[in-house]
């Protein structure tokens, strides 16, 4: 359980990241809403990239 708590963790702290550099740049910057909309895409695949990584799917790239 302690585990599943740890991979969701993950995925929802890479969306929550981008959302908020998303929104930031969308402050800064007159790109409303592209900004939020890409870097919300974003956070949810580098959230996904770090799922895999953190329960070990991923293949051993020797080449062994």
């Given at each position: 359980m302690?585990?599943?708590f ?5 995925l ?7 959302a908020?550099i998303?929104w930031?740049l969308?402050?800064?910057l007159?790109?409303k809403?592209w900004?939020?909309?890409?870097f ?8 996904v990239?770090?799922?895999?990584r ?11």
């Open positions: 302690g585990r599943g740890q991979l969701s963790s993950e929802i702290a890479g969306v929550v990241v981008g908020l998303g930031g969308d402050h800064v007159p790109t809403p900004g939020l909309i890409v919300v895409l974003l956070g949810f695949t580098a959230g990239v770090n799922v895999i953190s329960a070990g799917v991923t293949p051993d790239r020797t080449g062994r």
